[in-house]
């Protein structure tokens, strides 16, 4: 199979508490599921109809065996996912706190996961050539073996040789509990930016990569760098997308927050689906904008992973222009395939 979209990187179980605007100390009860961000954008483009995969490791547990079965759940291809004896599977606490607090706390990281055990020898070098996008994260850039392998994942879909449609993305989610410094992750990321076509972040984390600046100013580096299209997410005011030639900035859609956790990854799967569809920029940022506030108004992140027909319910909604396609997939049920009257 080639994927439409094949990912790397952190896999987790979320414990999220039942218990809204209570500390972590107070809940009484919670539920689980999937998590881990790489994991999360995977399980998003696949609720848009894409065939998506994972590429990533746990514990050999029965939390490993339960993220195996949510895989599957989403239609996410699991077959490059497997277990690492002698570490247990990642579990990931938070409180929800909403409009704003969602403290994270992670379990079974430190020193180390199972999904940064994953080795550059182990890759199936011709699927990641192969797959239309390639989606990887900083964090998985923070140690080794993993950083190896996110390297040489990188080096064998030279930014040159890819054909048209096909991307390669870098979700620059800096998060500093997996860093010595924030030098240390710019010099990584300076590693991987020479294959990358699109690169994703808020202020801070596109200030972790290419230095403080305006989002203007962030972008700028990036594009310099040699991206094709920069993203920057500019909390209450929306997010920027730019180019070479265009400048996008798509206002926030406003929703009642629930839970911020996972809105991010909705935004990314969405946003790969309108890249895969060949939208116009600034529809591509509608999209994924609406489908990124979906989630912030539910509590968990990959259940909560919106289908097609309820992000251009909420564009539409909203007076937000809805791409030909996303219409076709709301009316009909299904996906339209690449090549389609759009």
């Known amino acids: 199979m080639t994927h439409e979209l094949l990912t790397i990187g952190r896999i987790s179980v979320d414990i999220y508490p039942n218990d809204i605007g209570v500390g972590l100390e107070d809940v009484q009860t919670f539920s689980k599921y999937l998590g881990g961000s790489p994991s999360n954008v995977a399980v998003a483009a696949a609720r848009h109809g894409r065939r998506t995969g994972v590429i990533t490791r746990t514990g050999d547990d029965p939390f490993g065996n339960y993220l195996h079965g949510e895989l599957k759940k989403f239609k996410v291809d699991d077959s490059f996912v497997t277990p690492v004896p002698g570490l247990q599977t990642p579990a990931t606490f938070c409180a929800i706190q909403p409009p704003h607090d969602f403290p994270l706390y992670f379990y079974g990281r430190f020193p ?55 991307h390669t993305i870098l979700d620059l989610d800096y998060r500093p509990m997996f860093w010595a410094s924030e030098e240390e992750a710019r010099a990584e990321v300076a590693k991987i930016l ?149």
């Open 112 to 166: 180390t996961a199972p999904d940064l055990q994953i080795k550059a020898e182990e890759l199936d070098l011709d699927a990641i050539r192969d797959a239309k996008i390639f989606w990887s994260t900083v964090t998985g850039l923070c140690q080794e073996p993993s950083r190896g392998a996110h390297i040489a994942a990188h080096e064998a879909r030279p930014r040159a040789g890819l054909k048209e449609r096909q």
């Open 194 to 342: 020479p294959q990358v076509t699109v690169a994703i972040g808020n202020d801070k984390e596109c200030a972790v990569a290419v230095g403080e600046g305006t989002p203007d100013e962030q972008a700028d580096r990036l594009l310099a760098a040699g991206v094709e299209i920069a993203v920057v997410k500019l909390g209450h005011e929306g997010v920027m997308a730019k180019t070479r030639t265009e400048r996008v900035v798509s206002a926030p859609v406003p929703v009642d927050t629930l839970n911020g956790l996972g809105a991010g990854d909705s935004f990314g799967g969405a946003f790969v689906h309108g890249l895969l569809s060949g939208w116009p920029l600034e529809q591509v940022l509608d999209y994924a904008n609406a489908a990124g506030a979906i989630v912030a108004s539910r509590l968990s992140c990959a259940d909560a992973m919106p289908t097609p027909a309820e992000v251009t319910s909420l564009l539409s909604e909203r007076g937000r222009l809805v791409p030909d396609s996303a219409a076709a997939v709301s009316s009909a049920g299904e996906t339209v395939p690449e090549g389609a009257s759009r």
